[in-house]
T-cell receptor, first 109, second 113 residues
Framework: GQNIDQPTEMTATEGAIVQINCTYQ??????LFWYQQHAGEAPTFLSY??LDGLEEKGRFSSFLSRSKGYSYLLLKELQMKDSASYLCAVRDSNYQLIWGAGTKLIIKP | IAGITQAPTSQILAAGRRMTLRCTQD?????MYWYRQDLGLGLRLIHYSNTAGTTGKGEVPDGYSVSRANTDDFPLTLASAVPSQTSVYFC????????????FGPGTRLTVL
């Protein structure tokens, strides 16, 4: 079967750095997405990786290792507004997105 | 304002009733999707449409139907609602199918009693 694993919840301190991991086992791989979802709102796109390596976008970076079936989202200089759920999704061989359950990130002052 | 709208925002429905969730986008995206999101589970694809006039089944299509008569609209119908269909439903769209990022509507919170 297809599976995306992420930690259920993480806590971090304002101003710090946090890394959210995602491991996947899917039928084929055609890219990995990270989305942010604030409570009661819709998911919004953060990043996309299809080749191994690090993609940096401001305070957010995303890393991919296809051989290990592994990705992480790195958030720097954490702000209170970063409190949200972070969703990992993999595009499979049918070009459909398979979603993880999300990681709820709690930021403390 | 460009984007995706969904209606209603929330709905309480008696089991056995028919219900249509509406979704409209004005970004001229070819592909549209319906997901349900349940606590502790990832988003699950119900149905999708790669272009107007075509639809396909996702991971959890049973009990749901869709139509895509034009580019902008993608309604989701529950023919006879059951309590297990209580969920938050998100409509999404993307340009050029799943090759690109998906944009999500605000969601519809549906409770079936």
């Amino acid at each position: 079967g297809q599976n995306i694993d992420q930690p259920t919840e993480m806590t971090a301190t304002e101003g710090a750095i946090v890394q959210i991991n995602c491991t996947y086992q899917t039928s084929g791989f055609n890219g990995l997405f990270w989305y942010q979802q604030h409570a009661g709102e819709a998911p919004t796109f953060l990043s996309y990786n299809v080749l191994d390596g690090l993609e940096e976008k401001g305070r957010f970076s995303s890393f991919l290792s296809r051989s290990k079936g592994y990705s992480y989202l790195l958030l720097k200089e954490l702000q209170m507004k970063d409190s949200a759920s972070y969703l990992c999704a993999v595009r499979d061989s049918n070009y459909q997105l398979i979603w993880g359950a999300g990681t709820k990130l709690i930021i403390k002052p | 304002i460009a984007g995706i709208t969904q209606a209603p925002t929330s709905q309480i429905l008696a089991a056995g009733r028919r219900m249509t969730l509406r979704c409209t986008q004005d970004m001229r995206h070819n592909a549209m999707y319906w997901y349900r999101q349940d606590l502790g589970l990832g988003l699950r694809l119900i149905h999708y449409s790669n272009t107007a006039g075509t639809t396909g089944k996702g991971e959890v299509p049973d009990g749901y139907s869709v139509s895509r008569a034009n580019t902008d609209d993608f309604p989701l119908t529950l023919a006879s609602a059951v309590p297990s269909q209580t969920s938050v439903y998100f409509c999404a769209s993307s340009e050029g199918g799943s090759y690109n990022e998906q944009f999500f509507g605000p969601g519809t919170r549906l409770t079936v009693l």
